[in-house]
């Protein structure tokens, strides 16, 4: 007879410490992962603590003094600028709303064939307005059918006179500067050309703001021109 023989344990003993060797390296890997998660969320922690304590911190004295020093210049620098351009405006606006004013006088002599005069007023706003000899050009102005030419409304003409638009241009330090042939009136004949106060057809108009003007000129034919200039 042969003697039995007995499974050997050599594989088992290998298999066993294998076991135990991976279970060893995952426990390792394990509290290696942990380390590194814990160590990343204190960076992250301290990366938010100073991102907090930058924001808190603002501006210093010395920072929020010269920010305020270079705005004061900026600030200086623009003002007179937009002052110069306000003025400019208005003085634009003043010239366009008297040329305005004579172009249509202008234009109403030759439809209503009769002859249409722009004289200054200082009251051209009342209900019953008037021209004046006293009057200046800033004040205001009105425009109306002239049925006896005497540059004047009244209502001694027949019909009587009719106006048909008023205007001014009363901005503080604006003045108007015209020829002696416009000191009173200017008036258009049925065929558009101009008749002033010494009834001569051509003069000029001149609007100073802030030492800039505004020149309007009428022609011999009634034309009107405008060109910008210096006072």
């Given at each position: 007879?042969?003697?039995?023989?007995?499974?050997?344990?050599?594989?088992?003993?290998?298999?066993?410490?294998?076991?135990?060797?991976?279970?060893?390296?995952?426990?390792?890997?394990v509290?290696?992962?942990?380390?590194?998660?814990k160590?990343?969320?204190?960076?992250?922690?301290?990366?938010?603590?100073?991102?907090?304590?930058?924001?808190?911190?603002?501006?210093?004295?010395?920072?929020?003094?010269?920010?305020?020093?270079?705005?004061?210049?900026?600030?200086?620098?623009?003002?007179?600028?937009?002052?110069?351009?306000?003025?400019?405006?208005?003085?634009?606006?003043?010239?366009?709303e008297l040329?305005?004013?004579?172009?249509?006088?202008?234009?109403?002599?030759?439809?209503?064939g009769?002859?249409?005069t722009?004289?200054?007023?200082?009251?051209?706003?009342a209900?019953d307005p008037?021209?004046?000899?006293?009057?200046?050009?800033?004040?205001?102005?009105?425009?109306?059918?002239?049925?006896?030419?005497?540059?004047?409304?009244?209502?001694?003409?027949?019909?009587?006179?009719?106006?048909?638009?008023?205007g001014?241009?009363?901005?503080?330090?604006?003045?108007?500067s015209?020829?002696?042939?416009?000191?009173?009136?200017?008036?258009?004949?049925s065929?558009?050309?101009?008749?002033?106060?010494?009834?001569?057809?051509?003069?000029?108009?001149?609007?100073?703001?802030?030492?800039?003007?505004?020149?309007?000129?009428?022609?011999?034919?009634?034309?009107?021109?405008?060109?910008?200039?210096?006072?």
């Amino acid at each position: 007879m042969q003697p039995t023989s007995w499974p050997s344990n050599e594989g088992r003993d290998v298999g066993f410490e294998r076991t135990s060797l991976c279970k060893a390296c995952t426990g390792k890997g394990v509290k290696s992962r942990r380390k590194m998660s814990k160590h990343r969320e204190i960076e992250v922690l301290a990366l938010m603590r100073t991102s907090s304590a930058n924001a808190m911190q603002g501006f210093t004295l010395v920072e929020l003094l010269v920010t305020l020093t270079i705005a004061a210049i900026l600030l200086s620098l623009a003002v007179p600028s937009l002052a110069s351009f306000v003025q400019s405006a208005r003085l634009r606006g003043s010239s366009n709303e008297l040329a305005s004013a004579l172009m249509f006088a202008r234009s109403e002599a030759i439809k209503r064939g009769h002859a249409v005069t722009v004289c200054k007023s200082e009251n051209p706003n009342a209900l019953d307005p008037s021209c004046g000899t006293s009057a200046t050009w800033q004040q205001g102005w009105l425009v109306f059918v002239d049925h006896d030419r005497d540059g004047v409304v009244d209502g001694s003409a027949t019909p009587s006179d009719l106006v048909l638009r008023v205007g001014a241009a009363d901005i503080p330090g604006l003045t108007v500067s015209v020829a002696s042939n416009f000191r009173n009136y200017i008036q258009y004949t049925s065929n558009g050309v101009s008749v002033g106060s010494d009834k001569l057809a051509d003069g000029n108009l001149s609007m100073c703001l802030n030492n800039k003007s505004q020149v309007l000129t009428i022609g011999t034919t009634g034309r009107l021109s405008i060109s910008s200039g210096a006072c």
